[in-house]
């Protein structure tokens, strides 16, 4: 009884000392029903029970208490402004002119000279500087080679060419070049540059618009660092890009501001990801929810569910996995309507939320377990809010979106989940957890129910889900898994727009064997072989038969280990997905 009454007295100083602080978080009471510190003072008869309100200031002071005090710095998105002009470049004046070549363009004469005959009149009027540098430098044009030339004096201060490899045709090719020019004004601080293509006019008039946004795309994104945790950050230099060679008009201009858009979205959805658990929790990923509701509330509304309201639509799988936190699951559903017309189709987008990922008691250990980078384990709702945020911006017409996130964090306490457990998700399914960390499947089963519950006609699901997805295609394509092959041309048709690298997989029904219980209607993992396609199965047994739905798993290309750096995956096909089904 001493030990109880001690536990009670610290408890009543720890709410005492932080009743003067605000409130953190959007929803309190789950976490202090989490700790279940209620049966203390059932037998303690020496205080009084808190209040309610003394209780969530109570509980917020023991999750503030784990974030290390680190917060972000405030830093605006790369602000650049886009010009299609049609112009000499001879004549161009500014920071940097970089021009796009293929191979083929580079091709010389018997004198040296170039054939091609943009590139011959610029290098006319740079007195042959140029087809020098190309030949002593080795520069064939191939992917990822450049040169670059220092020219005081003339209209522009550099010049450079940028290879596109054998052949340009592909978004990635034209996104990589502006990217390229965006490191290039990096390096040499410059604020304005002009970038065109040797060879323009060998692309179809309906095709250089897109084209022009690819190059935008680049630029941007290539322009943007993540110095939000650094005690010392740079503002970019470049502030305005003209695109020379590719037409102007009303249709390229509405393409730039289409890039533009998306990469906002991009931009913010690599920023969810970058950021650290001890920062993102799950209720501050709600914020960041109702922040673009609130900025877009012309078209977004939000919903925040708490635990107790999760609790009523008797979704146990998702609080199974949430049970363990410190940090309350918040269950996150914005919806999109067009502003004005009719809706003629309505879809749903769900993203697996988990903020951060121990594994549970089946925690991640021993070498490439990767726990130290299991922040990114929420990049599928990052791919979705970024959508929603580019969405907001571009507002299409016809289609209803709802934007599903089951946020939580998977972590080991004594509330926590054990291997054995059987939940009850909301469909009434049960499944006995045989594995603690394969706990994304658990949540969005939860949220694919939810989703069907909307009334739309598809869902695409996108969850950082196996490791066995990234062994199959590696750190850069995306697994794609569905029963319906129309809403698998759509949406395979959305990725070669955006350039993004998606491949179809088998959903073998017969694997599904493996994922019977003996106690429950289904285990949450059924082994080693074929799991990106066990996971798959698992999570369609939470998909209404009407519906078409999709899943895509994105352990592989959410992060970039090279640059240590989240990529901001699946956000560019969401949006021309999502714009396929508008009227």
């Known amino acids: 009884m001493a030990a109880i009454r001690v536990a009670s007295t610290s408890l009543t100083l720890l709410a005492s000392t932080s009743s003067s602080s605000s409130c953190y978080y959007h929803s309190c009471p789950s976490i202090f029903t989490k700790f279940r510190f209620g049966p203390i003072w059932a037998v303690s008869l020496t205080f009084p029970p808190l209040s309610s309100r003394r209780a969530k200031r109570m509980a917020h002071s023991i999750a503030r208490a784990t974030l290390g005090l680190t917060q972000p710095n405030k830093i605006d998105p790369p ?25 083929k363009d580079l091709a ?30 080795d520069f064939t044009g191939k992917a990822g080679q450049s040169t670059f030339l220092r020219l005081p004096g003339l209209g522009s201060k550099r010049v450079g060419l940028i290879g596109l490899g054998s052949a340009a045709s592909a978004t990635v090719t034209y996104r990589n070049l502006g990217e390229a020019v965006a490191a290039a004004a990096k390096s040499t601080q410059a604020s304005n540059v002009a970038i065109t293509l040797a060879s323009s006019e060998g692309i179809p008039a309906e095709l250089k618009p897109s084209t022009a946004s690819a190059i935008a795309s680049g630029a941007v994104l290539g322009t943007f660092d993540d110095n939000r945790f650094k005690s010392e950050s740079k503002q970019p230099s470049l502030k305005s890009v003209e695109i020379l060679g590719l037409g102007t008009g009303p249709e390229i201009e509405k393409k730039l501001k289409y890039a533009q858009d998306v990469c906002s979205g991009i931009i913010f959805g690599k920023e969810l990801v970058n950021a650290p658990a001890n920062v993102l929790t799950p209720g501050a990923l709600a914020s960041e929810a109702q922040k673009i509701a609130s900025e877009y509330s012309d078209v977004f509304s939000a919903k925040i ?58 925690i991640k250990t021993g070498p490439g377990c990767s726990i130290e980078l299991m922040k990114f384990d929420m990049g599928g709702s990052a791919a979705v809010l970024g959508a929603a945020k580019a969405l907001g911006q571009i ?182 997905w999502v714009l396929k089904n508008s009227s």
Not at 79 to 103: H, M, Q, R
Not at 322 to 338: T, V, W
Request: glycine share 12%; with cysteine.
């Open 79 to 103: 602000k650049v402004s886009f010009a299609a002009k049609e112009i000499d470049l001879g004549e161009w004046k500014g920071d940097i002119l970089a021009v796009g070549v293929t191979e």
């Open 305 to 362: 569910l708490d635990v107790e309201q999760c609790k009523e639509l008797k979704m146990g799988s998702y609080l199974g996995v949430a049970a363990a936190s410190a940090n309350p699951p918040h269950f996150i559903h914005l919806c999109y309507k067009p502003p004005s017309g009719e809706v003629k189709t309505k879809l749903a987008l769900v993203g697996k939320g988990l903020t951060f990922d121990s594994g549970g008691y089946n």
């Open 395 to 576: 507002k299409p017409a016809g289609v209803e979106v709802h934007f599903i996130v089951a946020a939580c964090e998977n972590m080991i306490s004594g509330t926590g989940m054990r291997p054995g457990d059987i939940v009850t998700a909301s469909n009434g399914k049960t499944i006995e957890v045989n594995n603690t960390d394969a706990e994304g499947r658990l949540t969005l089963a939860d949220a694919l129910v939810y989703a069907c519950n909307q009334g739309v006609e598809k869902i695409v699901d996108l969850a950082t889900l196996t490791g066995a997805c990234v062994v199959a295609l590696g750190p850069s394509i995306g697994g794609v898994f569905t029963p319906s092959d129309d809403l698998a041309k759509e949406v395979l048709g959305a990725s070669e727009v955006s350039g993004e690298k998606l491949w179809r997989m088998p959903l073998e029904e017969s694997y599904w064997d493996s994922m019977k219980s003996g106690v429950a209607d289904m285990v949450n993992t059924g082994g080693r072989q074929g799991g990106a396609i066990t996971a798959a199965l698992f999570l369609k047994q939470f998909v209404d038969e009407k519906v078409q739905w999709m899943h895509i798993d994105i352990a592989g290309p959410v992060w970039n280990d090279k640059k240590k750096n989240a990529t901001g995956f699946g956000i560019s096909t969401l949006v021309e």
């Open 108 to 137: 010389k004469d018997e004198n040296s000279k170039f054939k091609n005959v943009v590139l011959q009149k610029l290098d006319s009027k740079l007195g042959g500087l140029l087809s020098e540098a190309s030949s002593e430098e």
